[in-house]
Each structure stands twice: as structure tokens, then as C-alpha cells.
């Protein structure tokens, strides 16, 4: 069985970090990209990171400089680093895995890209 599960989400202030985590079962990473999605209440779920199969990373500008993604195919793990949270990072964070065996053009950002998704974890900053 296919399977995402995030975990690592919570309450943080403004200003702190936390890393939030993406574990996947029943299939092998090596050939996913793996996005992070987030979507705050009343908007639009969007793209903020993605790491390919072959390692490279894009960022939604917002972001750039505070959140870093990382995997270790070995643990079929992906990973969210949050830096320098801001009350707008407020979201229910999801990953998402593209399968990349074949190449090709792809967008990083977009949610229908994605074959498998996981449930969500909420992230809150606040004071």
C-alpha cells in the first residue's frame, strides 16, 4: 500500500523552526521528486518546495533562505526545515511525490504533477 505520512507539525512562535518530516511506504523514493504543498485557511494550496529524484531543489521565492528540504532514500524520508517562521507560514503542510523515472519537463509547483499525497500536518505560528 502507497503511503505518505507527514509528521513533526505544531505550535511555534514567530521567529522559531521546526522540521517537519514525510515517510513513505509501499514504494521506493529513489526515482520520486518529492514536493512540499501547503495551503492556508481560505486560500489556494500551493507549491513551496520540491527535491528531484536527482537532487536538485526549488523554492518559492517566500521562502528561499528560511526553509530548506532534504531526503535520505536510504530511510525513504523527506524532510522540511523551517527557519525564521512568520505567523503567514501559518498551514497545513503536505508532501507529495512525482514519479521521475522517466524524465522529462515537469512543474515543480503544481499539484496535479503529483501521484501520491500525504494526509497534511498543521503548522501554527503564533504567539
Known amino acids: 500500500q502507497v503511503q505518505l505520512v507527514e509528521s513533526g507539525g505544531g505550535l511555534v512562535q514567530p521567529g522559531g523552526s521546526l522540521t517537519i518530516s514525510c515517510a513513505a511506504s509501499?514504494?521506493?523514493?529513489?526515482?520520486?521528486?518529492i514536493g512540499w504543498f501547503r495551503q492556508a485557511p481560505g486560500k489556494e494550496r500551493e507549491g513551496i518546495l520540491s527535491i528531484s529524484n536527482d537532487g536538485r531543489t526549488y523554492y518559492l521565492e517566500s521562502v528561499k533562505g528560511r526553509f530548506t528540504i532534504s531526503r535520505d532514500n536510504a530511510k525513504n524520508m523527506v524532510y522540511l526545515q523551517m527557519n525564521n517562521l512568520e505567523p503567514e507560514d501559518t498551514a497545513d503542510y503536505y508532501c507529495?511525490?512525482?514519479?521521475?523515472?522517466?524524465?522529462?519537463?515537469?512543474?515543480?509547483?503544481?499539484?496535479?504533477?503529483?501521484?501520491?499525497w500525504g494526509q497534511g500536518t498543521q503548522v501554527i505560528v503564533s504567539s
Open positions: 509501499g514504494f521506493s523514493l529513489d526515482h520520486y521528486a
Open positions: 507529495a511525490a512525482k514519479d521521475r523515472t522517466y524524465g522529462g519537463p515537469w512543474l515543480w509547483g503544481v499539484s496535479q504533477e503529483y501521484d501520491y
